[in-house]
């Protein structure tokens, strides 16, 4: 199978028409050979830059959400009003580096005497950041 057809199918899995400029958002997510992090504003820069072309910041918002909905891409909140996300959905933590704003993945980390959740609660996962600045 093809990326296009791929792209395609990602597309109606996440309940999205395969239009012209969501394949194009798919060729800028799944690519590359590296996964990457990404904020919704540095995806739209990507597209316009690298793939010469002018996507509305909804259409990208919505379709991020849709993928990251369907399991194709997981979101790491940093604060209340800063949101990346990451093409490798596997399990994984990041080192964050606040002075370049930037993600970095590393090996899951070993914790030890996870507390019991509330009750009638369920552990989902557990996302670890470490913050981390310059010496």
Request: one cysteine or more; proline letters at 4%; aromatic letters at 8%.
């Amino acid at each position: 199978m093809n990326n296009l057809n791929i792209y395609k199918e990602k597309l109606r899995e996440s309940g999205l028409r395969p239009t012209r400029q969501r394949l194009k958002i798919c060729e800028a997510l799944f690519s590359p050979k590296e996964t990457f992090h990404f904020t919704i504003n540095d995806l739209s820069k990507i597209i316009e830059e690298k793939l010469d072309e002018k996507i509305s910041l909804a259409t990208v918002y919505n379709t991020v959400h849709a993928f990251k909905k369907n399991g194709y891409l997981k979101e790491i909140v940093i604060a209340t009003d800063k949101s990346y996300f990451d093409t490798n959905t596997g399990t994984h933590s990041h080192f964050f580096d606040i002075k370049n704003k930037e993600l970095i993945d590393i090996n899951q980390v070993d914790l030890k005497d996870i507390p019991n959740p509330p009750t009638g609660k369920k552990i989902k996962n557990i996302d670890v950041i470490i913050n981390v600045e310059s010496e």
